[in-house]
């Protein structure tokens, strides 16, 4: 199967050949037609399966084989939740529109409103932008969607998460009825579906991989480890690892900082990329990373959404994230594009709950270990899993478990013990030597 096969015309074949991209992936084979014929679709995917071009490709050929009025209104939106995932979205936009008549640009907060209603009153074809500074410039009459023929909602699971479920809604309200719907989501809880159903029309469901479920190439590891040696045992595993490339998940802003300071102290370069830092510096903090100036980008959930960080070969979770679909996002940062990956997951006494509701949800087992001086002896009560995604894991199965291979101990010589990590109550446990 070619980008031609699919009914893509030769200007849009050319620029994603000009990527390297020589066919291509499963969602752009499975949606791209359906797209191209004009119906809505649901699709599961995550970030990394190809699905910008999946959506951005058809909506360009659409946007370029169709009139437009001389002064350019808005045809095609892409809504995503995070800025970050807004640039990287239209950076695909404009290189696949290379060689079409097409003009696009993206909208996101925390950046001077001014040159965005520049561009927006100049005309755009094409729009990427979060929800609320697009609501804003709406409101100052910068833009209309009146005009508007496809609405892509990019991660919209994430955006549920994130509260624009009001602001989507607003947004759609001020366009026409009639129009192409596009629904992209990794996960898919009774909140989605219920947003799926208000919005798209006769859907056509394109599924790439089994709902909630991780990439395949992605190994998972858990390490029992003391809350108070967290910071330790990750410096011991990135230094011991020799690792040049890892993004770390923390489940505070406060403490991506803290971990971020620790990590600097000890000699490991690294910058933390959360809410509370300006556009600028997240920006910055990207882009070191991706450039190998960096070696650690420490992030909390939300900042992290859509990252476009290829081959990424670690995600460590400093802390295990309380909603347990975040650990399949956070997760999809690694073993992209095919590429192998390893989840690392650092879990004290009182997130053992939060263990447990993602094994429930992967249906999967994760291969535990302890390693000697860094044992959990915190007896804390485990915390329970947030009650806000039981929807989609509702269905109360037994994880199957048990069939991942081991894989080699992360650390010099062969102090790791693999535990069972299933079931656990919380309590200690000790090192069996
Ligand atoms: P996405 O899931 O859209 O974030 O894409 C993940 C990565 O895959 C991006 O770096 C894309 O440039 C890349 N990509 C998209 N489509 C293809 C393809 N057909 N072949 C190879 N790489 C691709």
């Not at 909140?191 to 798209?200: N, Q, T």
């Not at 998940?249 to 102290?265: I, P």
Request: net charge positive; hydrophobic share 35%; charged share 25%.
């Amino acid at each position: 199967m070619t980008f031609s096969d699919l009914g893509l015309s030769s200007a849009l074949v050319k620029a994603v050949e000009e990527k390297g991209y020589t066919k291509p992936s499963p969602i752009q084979e499975k949606a791209i037609p359906h797209i191209l014929e004009g119906k809505d679709i649901l699709a599961s995917a995550q970030t990394g399966t190809g699905k910008t071009a999946g959506f951005t490709l058809p909506v360009l050929q659409h946007l370029s084989e169709t009139k437009h009025p001389k002064y350019r209104p808005l045809r095609a939106l892409v809504l995503t939740p995070t800025r970050e995932l807004a640039a990287q979205v239209h950076d695909n936009v404009r290189e696949y529109s290379k060689y079409v008549n097409i003009k696009s640009t993206v909208i996101f907060g925390g950046v001077n409103a001014k040159p965005q209603i520049a561009t927006l009153k100049s005309g755009v074809d094409i729009l990427v932008a979060t929800p609320g500074r697009l609501l804003d410039l709406h409101d100052r009459k910068a833009l209309s969607f009146k005009r508007v023929e496809i609405l892509i909602l990019d991660e919209a699971d994430r955006m549920l998460d994130m509260g624009f479920v009001r602001d989507i809604n607003k947004i759609i309200s001020f366009m026409p009825s009639k129009r192409q719907n596009l629904m992209f989501s990794a996960t898919f809880s009774n909140d989605i579906k219920k947003l799926a159903s208000g919005i798209l029309r006769n859907p056509v469901s394109v599924e790439t991989a089994p709902q909630n479920s991780t990439a395949k190439k992605v190994t998972h590891k858990v390490y029992k480890v003391d809350k108070n040696k967290k910071t330790e045992f990750t410096i011991k595993l990135i230094k011991d690892n020799n690792w040049t490339q890892v993004l770390v998940f923390t489940r505070t802003k406060h403490g991506a900082n803290k971990l971020t300071e620790k990590l600097v102290k000890a000699g490991i370069s690294a910058a933390a990329i959360h809410g509370n830092k300006s556009q600028g510096a997240r920006t910055k903090a990207l882009r070191n990373f991706k450039d190998n100036t960096i070696k650690i980008l420490v992030a909390t959930d939300i900042a992290a959404r859509g990252l476009d960080i290829p081959l990424l070969p670690h995600v460590v979770n400093f802390e295990l994230p309380n909603v347990p679909e975040d650990y399949i996002h956070r997760i999809g940062r690694t073993g992209r594009a095919g590429a192998a990956g390893e989840a690392i997951s650092l879990v004290c006494s009182e997130e053992v709950e939060y263990q447990n509701e993602i094994e429930k949800l992967l249906k999967e087992k994760l291969e535990s270990n302890i390693v000697e001086g860094f044992e959990p002896t915190d007896t804390a009560a485990p915390k329970r899993a947030a009650t806000q995604s039981k929807g989609s894991f509702g269905k109360k199965k037994p994880a199957s478990g048990g069939n991942r291979p081991k894989n080699k101990p992360h650390f010099k010589g062969n102090n790791t013990t693999p535990t069972s990590g299933r079931g656990r109550t919380g309590a200690p446990k000790k090192k069996r030597t």
